[in-house]
């Protein structure tokens, strides 16, 4: 039987493309037809490869029923007939079976544990957290030898928007392009489409791209432009890769050097790292005799499993500037250990005295006060007078770019970072950030006026006599 198909430009790369690669994500805005590119993909593996599976993934019911059930009897209506509603799947006369899905809940993929599916397209992949991938992904495997003597891969089609529980690991793979160990980079493919590759929309609906420019400024970056170093809930939305990511330099030694410190030895498991260390350099500059502090991160140090004095090791033997003005590091590291060794910092700091022959460093305790680095930070994320940030972080810090846009608010402390994610280098940075002075770029702020302003006269006409009997009513004895 043959169907025809009406795609997109970019539809069609992607289809071509996923033919011959194991996951491809497509989209990455709104509005580029994932959904359709979905239902056209299925439909086309299943009549062109008989007796194989494949497998339509929501995350809800009613988003699998009015976003592909429905829409795929209408695209292409004698499925119907073929449909067998209790089971949520379309028999073909040719032996193939397509099946429709949503997954509540991370736990409901353990289900599909042991089956078997030479195709599995799941749509919004954003929604899900990446065991769902993982487990689905191990169904993802053929034993019809039919379908590969004709050609036929097994393959994934993911598709998505920034923004959602599985942001930050869609981000890693598809578009920071960040692998561990275990994962090919030749088995990734990433197609992106924006709104304005799905001529079919624009004919259709032109004032769509209206609305989206209506939401939020970061729903617009991220849901426009495809943006995903921005989505709601997001902490730092200041942060711009194309402005605060520069080149790799390294500061002359002249300049003043610091080290931040987070420590961790095995943190969460879905972390990279739980030990981080950053090094910066603090650059004075001078515009147009506006003279404020600038910051460039040049340096990281992230994993896990490691002992302090490995850490110390390390560092001291790879890091590019050996005089630096301050270290600074989480308050937890200078506490005697649970089993009364030494605290963690005395553990780094005499590594590097023996290596140094010296005294090389000492550490101190870094802030405590969660709310007041989040406000430095954002200081810090601002733009100086000269049109740059004061912060710039080099292209070789590539975990601390990953994760800082990744950090999204406490849903109890609405004003703190949400510790569940990935925020060790974010706490190394802003340790550091913490005992640096920031200048800010208010009109005047850094010229001093010309003379002390004498206070307003009315100020000497206050009766302050309340004050003072309040002041007596505190200090009065309680038990009086």
């Not at 509540?104 to 599916?117: A, H, I, P």
């Not at 003279?291 to 110390?312: D, L």
């Not at 510790?419 to 950030?433: I, P, R, S």
Request: net charge neutral.
């Amino acid at each position: 039987m043959e169907v025809h198909i009406t795609l997109q430009p970019k539809q069609k790369e992607a289809l071509k493309k996923s033919d011959v690669t194991p996951v491809l994500f497509y989209g990455g805005a709104k509005g580029g037809g994932k959904s359709y590119l979905v239902r056209a993909r299925e439909i086309s593996r299943r009549l062109k490869y008989g007796n194989t599976k494949g497998l339509i993934v929501r995350k809800t019911y009613p988003e699998l029923l009015s976003n592909h059930i429905r829409q795929f009897f209408k695209e292409y209506p004698f499925t119907f007939d073929w449909y067998k509603a209790g089971e949520k799947a379309i028999y073909y006369p040719n032996g193939s079976i397509t099946e429709f899905s949503h997954l509540g809940s991370t736990m409901d993929v353990y289900t599909y544990q042991g089956r078997e599916y030479e195709d599995i397209s799941i749509d919004e992949i954003t929604q899900h957290e990446e065991t769902v991938f993982k487990i689905l992904r191990s169904s993802n495997r053929t034993s019809n030898k039919a379908f590969t003597d004709a050609g036929g891969k097994v393959s994934m089609l993911l598709t998505g928007n920034p923004g959602g529980i599985g942001h930050g690991w869609v981000k890693r793979l598809f578009i920071d392009k960040q692998y561990t160990e275990e994962e090919r980079p030749e088995d990734f493919g990433f197609v992106q489409a924006k709104v304005w590759d799905n001529k079919a929309l624009m004919k259709a609906d032109p004032d769509y791209i209206r609305r989206l420019r209506d939401l939020p400024k970061d729903l617009q970056r991220a849901y426009l432009e495809g943006d995903w170093d921005i989505f709601a809930g997001q902490v730092f939305n200041e942060w711009r890769r194309e402005l605060h990511v520069c080149n790799r330099v390294i500061p002359r030694a002249d300049f003043p050097h610091f080290m931040w410190i987070d420590w961790g030895y095995s943190g969460n498991e879905s972390h990279k790292g739980a030990f981080a260390c950053l090094l910066g350099a603090m650059v004075q500059e001078n515009f147009h005799g506006v003279v404020f502090n600038r910051v460039i991160v040049y340096q990281e140090y992230y994993g896990k499993f490691k002992h302090p004095k490995e850490w110390a090791k390390e560092i001291y033997e790879t890091c590019p500037i050996k005089n630096f003005k301050e270290g600074v590091g989480d308050s937890a590291m200078f506490n005697t250990q649970t089993d009364g060794s030494k605290p963690i910092a005395k553990l780094m700091e005499e590594e590097w005295d023996s290596l140094a022959k010296r005294h090389w460093l000492t550490l101190k305790p870094g802030t405590k006060n969660r709310l007041g680095r989040v406000a430095t930070l954002h200081n810090w994320l601002s733009i100086a007078p000269d049109g740059l940030p004061y912060m710039l972080v080099t292209e070789n810090c590539e975990n601390l770019i990953r994760t800082l846009p990744l950090l999204v608010y406490d849903p109890y402390k609405v004003e703190d970072v949400d510790t569940t994610g990935e925020d060790h280098l974010y706490d190394a940075l802003t340790y550091g950030l913490s005992n640096i002075k920031f200048i800010s770029t208010r009109l005047g702020a850094v010229t001093p006026p010309e003379k002390k302003k004498a206070l307003p006269p009315i100020i000497n006409e206050l009766d302050l006599s309340a004050f003072e009997k309040a002041k007596e009513e505190k200090h009065k004895d309680w038990r009086l």
